[in-house]
């Protein structure tokens, strides 16, 4: 039988298909904090053809040789993998796309395509993600390697929140960047901001749908937590 792609949560694409996030990630497709939305809804926001993308999915061949099947990992193997590869990764980026921001903004800040206000909203995500990163690395990581799923119900309900609102700041980062699109004749620092910039996107997306699809259905207590704001993610204890 052929696999109904059409009326399936992207995120769950993403979860069971191996090399689904690049087809996602080609066609500016957030399977991570709209993980629920299907794949025909999400064509249809986009405007893109869905049955050429449910196309697209079944000609993917799974490579078994690369990779981890992470859904079929332990949790602290999964959470170890998050914190080396994402939220060490994000904290080496973000300054120097700031950086890389503010000397664009400051060299070609009267031309109408310069992405003037990037440095500060790119600032702005820095601080937010670091708080975010913090209450995992200090409470939720910690609950959940020690296997204290019901605990983790509240902070899991408000990791997801968060993350919800860091897909809104990538919605910001695209508007202003015309996509990630660089102008044509952009400087060498333009264009390296662009490229640092697209891949930092690629990365946070890839970090949320880790977390959201993932490490949080381990359990299905933690992967039906609602949003809401009642624990000690909050307020910092």
């Known amino acids: 039988m052929t696999p109904d792609y059409l009326n399936t ?13 690049r087809v996602f990630h080609a066609h500016r497709l957030d399977f991570c904090c709209n993980g629920h939305i299907t794949l025909a809804e999400a064509a249809h926001r986009k405007q893109i053809n869905a049955q050429s993308l449910s196309a697209e999915l079944s ?17 602290s ?13 994000h904290r080496d980026q973000l300054p120097e796309l700031i950086r890389l921001a503010r000397r664009v903004e400051q060299v070609h800040g009267q031309r109408p395509n310069c992405p003037n206000g990037l440095a500060d909203h790119l600032d702005t995500m820095q ?12 409470i939720l990581f910690p609950m959940l390697i020690e296997g204290q799923q019901n605990a983790a119900a ?12 860091h897909g809104e700041s990538l919605d910001e980062l695209m508007r202003l960047t015309n ?5 044509v004749g952009a400087c060498n620092t333009w264009q390296a901001l662009y ?3 697209d891949e930092f996107r690629q990365d946070l997306m890839q970090h949320i749908h880790l977390e959201n699809n993932i490490l949080f259905a381990f359990s299905p207590r ?16």
């Open 179 to 183: 996509d990630i699109t660089a102008p």
């Open 9 to 21: 949560p992207l995120g769950d694409l993403a979860r069971s298909i191996p090399g689904a996030t």
């Open 222 to 237: 933690l992967a039906d937590a609602p949003a809401d704001s009642c624990c000690s993610v909050c307020s910092g204890k």
């Open 154 to 165: 509240g902070p899991v309900s408000v990791m997801r929140f968060e993350h919800d609102q």
């Open 195 to 197: 490229r640092g910039l």
């Open 127 to 138: 601080q937010e993600l670091e708080s975010h990163m913090l209450k995992e690395e200090k």
């Open 77 to 89: 193997a999964l959470i170890e993998h998050i914190l080396e590869r994402y939220h060490d990764v």
């Open 59 to 75: 000609n993917l061949q799974a490579d078994t040789s690369t990779g981890t099947d992470w859904q079929q990992a332990e949790p």
